[in-house]
């Protein structure tokens, strides 16, 4: 390696005071140090660097063109140099970094925006990188370290993934019906029993949130039914097409009402049918080796939702 490249800041602030007062003695006063060791430290810089800096005689020293041509860039590297241990500490706060964040879609219908916004104008330093990814595929680059934290989709009281994974749940809500509009269920005044339940089901593969998709299931057992499934689909939005096309009924999380479909007519589960509506809850999990970033997003996140808890 070219030894120019091994030169460290000291040489680099003995240059600085010199270029910058253009008199070796009071660039040693600055520097807290006699003349004689900073002239040599700067015959030993030019000879490393095969230039000369200062053009001197015994009345005056001028900057070369090569020393005139260092100021600036030297002046940048020495902040910078200055600026590291805060940059480092703000890192171990997790105040500066990456977040990589995985969510449902569900909650991107309702307070993950506001989160967002709130985060980024709390920490500007963090850079938040997104992807829209089911339960199963966040949990799974959480364990390959490939995602910092996640926005997951579950049964309520259910873990979403290993024990291991920290948790803080974000907020329960029942399961609504999205029904195609040419069906008699969309504008019946009650709804039977029977025929609910005898409609096809669109709905998520098991895999992708097993105890949500057991939530669903175990509703039509409770009420002695197997439920036909007429297509399966990953994403809610996809669920919700399928739906307006009439291939069959959904159960969707209540904030999902907000996307609104042509052909489609969200409602609420009549209590008058017994078993309640099955519910679903969305949490956020990271893994505790996560890092501070993670944690200062979990942190504002619990902020937020109890800053909504007080009471106005």
Do not use: K
Request: charged content about 15%.
């Amino acid at each position: 390696m070219n030894d120019a490249a091994l030169i460290d800041l000291r040489a680099w602030r003995q240059f600085l005071a010199v270029a910058e007062t253009l008199h070796f003695g009071q660039a040693a006063q600055r520097l807290h140090m006699t003349q004689p060791p900073l002239t040599m430290a700067i015959q030993q810089l030019e000879a490393r660097l095969g230039v000369t800096l200062f053009e001197r005689n015994r009345r005056r020293v001028a900057l070369s063109a090569a020393g005139a041509a260092l100021v600036e860039p030297v002046r940048h590297l020495l902040q910078q140099a200055a600026a590291l241990p805060g940059v480092a500490q703000a890192a171990g706060r997790g105040a500066v970094g990456r977040l990589r964040l995985g969510f449902v879609s569900t909650v991107a219908f309702g307070p993950l925006p506001g989160w967002l916004r709130g985060f980024r104008q709390a920490e500007p330093g963090v850079q938040v990188v997104l992807r829209e990814a089911t339960t199963d595929v966040q949990v799974e680059a959480l364990s390959r370290g490939e995602a910092d934290a996640g926005f997951v989709l579950h049964a309520p009281g259910v873990a979403a993934g290993p024990e291991d994974l920290v948790r803080l749940s974000v907020g329960r809500e029942p399961l609504w019906l999205a029904l195609p509009d040419a069906t008699s269920l969309a504008t019946a005044r009650r709804i039977r029993a029977d025929e609910l339940l005898a409609q096809p089901l669109v709905i998520f593969p098991r895999v992708i949130a097993p105890s949500l998709y057991d939530a669903v299931l175990g509703f039509y057992h409770r009420h002695g039914v197997s439920p036909v499934v007429a297509q399966e689909a990953i994403q809610m939005q996809t669920i919700v097409n399928l739906v307006s096309a009439g291939l069959g009924i959904a159960w969707v999380p209540q904030s999902m009402t907000l996307l609104q479909r042509p052909g489609v007519v969200y409602r609420e589960l009549p209590s008058a049918l017994g078993a309640g509506a099955p519910e679903c809850e969305t949490s956020l999990v990271w893994a505790p080796s996560g890092g501070a970033v993670a944690a200062r997003f979990a942190a504002f996140v619990a902020a937020e939702l109890e800053g909504n808890r007080r009471p106005g």
